[in-house]
């Protein structure tokens, strides 16, 4: 069966083809800013679009282009040059270098093209120039330009904003359009070519404009129509950059080019943990790196983040990877059970599953019950190859899980005596000299475990 995708733009669920004749499947997802490590709210999207790619490669063998861009100038990765006195490309490069370590780690298969913002200036400033001279897009005195949002009528039709959530101090699920100077003629309009200011050092380029540096929104229009023409297949992402970023994208291309920018569009939804978004400030905000401190693999990550539906919000809890590695030690002795000859395929219904808008839970219910019902007979490659749909690499071993203390084993104990005792006011103070140790302790229905508190 065809991949069926809902479409963002359309509300339907449709299937995915090559719309031109050489059959070249055009795939494009938006990349990272590299100015930090990724967080797992990141990776929850780059996980979702590498299942997406693996479908794509076994429905399209050979004929599957994916496209990946870096964002490499903007106001994040200017800020951190400066802040730690190096060039913007040492940084870029350092965080680059990390992004690709972990997508590795999570067995993320590489864009066939990996595009980056500043290697592609001339490709924007002439995106900007064909846009200005259609009456598109407008100066301003401080050699900036900005994209004139009046000027597209279909504006708002993949994110359905309302005319009034247009105007200056309103927006979509409160992401504003960036005010980025005054000089713009209404507050929709957003820049596609920013002035030089004191704040950008030595980061610009020269342009008909005046020296400057690109808006985040071009890199993707003017990349993206580099390296896969005027109008691809699919375009990804999360569903944070539905608005503004997909909603301008598809302003500047179809101004620019003409023509339809993408058939078919994809977002992913949030990642939570432990109940709420994602922050600093609540300490909730993990990377691939704090996770294997703790002694979880980033196989049991990857398994934690296809475990819910991709156009559904996803819980996470460090329990979750507990669960991971424990559904991934199944998928292991079930392989291992496996002998050449097999020719049964109970997995097609889990691929048929993946198939029909990325439904991972379903698949996994799948798999687990043929599991239960045992490996006579069994295809390996009807297994191999769910498993590499779904990326899952079995031959990583489970990272090895910090030795606890003594102390804090003991201490552990006493808490989950007084616990079961319903003693809360001794549990609350065992807990506070736990976290003295340097360790988290987890609750469970039937148990609980020990972590190292995050640094």
Same mark, same amino acid.
């Given at each position: ?11 339907? @669920? ?8 050489? !059959? ?23 996980? *979702? ?13 050979? $004929?599957?282009?994916? *496209? ?15 802040e730690e006195g190096r060039p913007l490309a040492a940084v870029t490069k350092e965080w680059t ?50 994209? $004139? ?12 904003? $309302? ?34 200011? +004191? ?21 993707? @229009? ?30 500047? @291309?179809?101004?620019?080019? !003409? ?10 939804? #949030? ?8 922050? $600093? ?14 002694g979880h693999s980033p196989a049991a990550l990857r398994y934690a983040l296809l475990a819910g539906? +991709? ?60 599991? #239960?019902?045992?490996?006579?007979? *069994? ?18 071993? *489970? ?57």
């Amino acid at each position: 069966m065809p991949i069926q995708l809902h479409d963002s733009l359309s509300r339907t @669920s449709r299937p995915l083809a090559p719309a031109q004749a050489d !059959g070249i499947y055009r795939f494009y997802n938006c990349g990272p800013t590299v100015y930090a490590a990724a967080h797992i709210g990141n990776f929850r999207t780059f996980v *979702v679009n590498d299942l997406l790619r693996r479908l794509l490669d076994l429905e399209f063998p050979g $004929k599957v282009k994916h *496209v990946r861009n870096l964002t490499d100038v903007d106001d994040k990765t200017i800020r951190r040059s400066r802040e730690e006195g190096r060039p913007l490309a040492a940084v870029t490069k350092e965080w680059t270098d990390k992004f690709h370590a972990d997508c590795a780690a999570l067995n993320c298969l590489p864009p066939h093209v990996e595009p980056s913002a500043t290697g592609h200036i001339p490709e924007q400033i002439d995106m900007i120039a064909a846009l200005e001279k259609r009456g598109h897009a407008y100066r301003t005195d401080d050699g900036s330009v900005y994209f $004139k949002v009046s000027s597209f009528p279909g504006y708002g039709a993949l994110s359905r904003v $309302k005319e009034r959530e247009l105007r200056v101090g309103s927006a979509l699920a409160g992401k504003p359009q960036t005010h980025d100077a005054d000089e713009k003629e209404d507050g929709s309009d957003f820049a596609l070519w920013k002035g030089h200011k +004191p704040d950008d050092g030595d980061n610009f380029w020269p342009s008909p404009w005046g020296q400057g540096r690109p808006g985040w929104h071009i890199e993707c @229009s003017a990349m993206s129509k580099k390296h896969l023409g005027d109008t691809i297949d699919l375009h990804t992402g999360g569903v944070d950059l539905l608005f503004p970023h997909h909603e301008n994208e598809i302003a500047q @291309s179809q101004c620019c080019n !003409g023509t339809t920018f993408a058939h078919h569009w994809y977002h992913s939804e #949030h990642l939570l943990v432990d109940g709420k978004k994602m922050s $600093k400030s609540l300490g909730n905000l993990y990377t691939l790196d704090q996770l294997k401190e703790m002694g979880h693999s980033p196989a049991a990550l990857r398994y934690a983040l296809l475990a819910g539906h +991709p156009r559904k919000q996803l819980n996470f809890t460090l329990d979750s990877l507990h669960a991971a590695e424990k559904a991934l030690a199944q998928l292991r002795t079930f392989r291992a059970a496996l002998q050449p000859g097999g020719t049964a395929d109970p997995f097609a219904p889990a691929l048929a599953a993946l198939q029909d808008d990325l439904n991972t839970p379903n698949a996994l219910g799948i798999i687990f019950t043929a599991l #239960h019902a045992g490996p006579a007979n *069994v295809s390996p490659a009807a297994f191999d190859r769910i498993l590499f749909a779904l990326g899952l690499d079995l031959s990583e071993p *489970v990272a090895p899980k910090a030795d606890v203390p003594a102390e804090v084993t003991a201490l552990a104990e006493q808490r989950w005596a007084v616990k079961a005792a319903k003693n809360w006011a001794e549990a609350d103070r065992l807990r506070g000299a736990i976290a003295a140790l340097g360790w988290t302790m987890l609750d469970r229905k039937d148990g609980y475990s020990l972590e190292p508190a995050k640094k």
